[in-house]
């Protein structure tokens, strides 16, 4: 792959972020008020307290929001988008195979991968086994029909970020029949580029830098600390 090539690459995976996962993350953040949360009143102060050494309006809503906007919202989004990350970041290794993401060369062993893509190592749930199995099975199938010589080894799972040791059991099962390549190997793989992992994480944040969020953070906290305020059950 060209320095051009990679570089098209960087620039739709920000493209993607910001106009797909970070325009969805404000829009979700801006909107969240007191009864979009379940709230332990038992606990809701305590926590508050151990976070911030105090419980005033703005303190409880930061317990409440920090959790929900840093981590389950965008964890969520980001895997409910990965076959549209495919389609418009990695479009130029679409694949007309059914069961399949996407088709390259791998730039390691010069063979010709045919992957499904997932977003991290802790992904799939043990439903999920059976059917990238079977979808793999029925390439095979495919190939001796068309006379084509597919190797076990050249369909695989790519894992977009993570480290072999954080994959599930349920990943380490699909590996014991197919191989399951995650985070730097995966996308040195596909670029071959050993850094393009790290440059890819770098250009990802760049896109959160660009539309200072951290405004509408403080914004939302206010606003929710104001609800707060004029909740007796809280105060």
Known sequence: ???????????????????????????NTSKLQLKSFNINPFLIKYLATFMTGSSNPEDIAKVLIY????????NTSFGTNMQKFCSTVLDGFASTTSGIDIE???CIDG????CQVKAGPNTIN??????????????????RTNGLRISQDDLIVGVFYGTANELSANYKKI????????GQEFWQRLTGDENFYSDLINTIAESAIDEDCSSLLNDTIKKLAEEIKNDPTLM
Do not use: C, Q, W
Request: glycine fraction near 2%; charge should be positive.
């Open 67 to 74: 959790p929900r906007v840093l981590g389950t919202s965008i």
């Open 104 to 106: 390259f060369i791998d």
């Open 1 to 27: 792959m060209t320095e051009k090539e990679k570089n098209e690459i960087l620039l739709k995976a920000k493209d993607f972020f910001t106009n797909t996962l970070v325009a969805n993350h404000k829009k």
């Open 175 to 182: 590996d014991e029949d197919y191989p399951v390549i995650v």
């Open 111 to 114: 063979h010709k991968k045919y």
């Open 126 to 143: 043990k439903d999920d086994v059976k059917t990238i199995t079977d979808h793999f099975s029925a390439v095979k199938r495919l190939a």
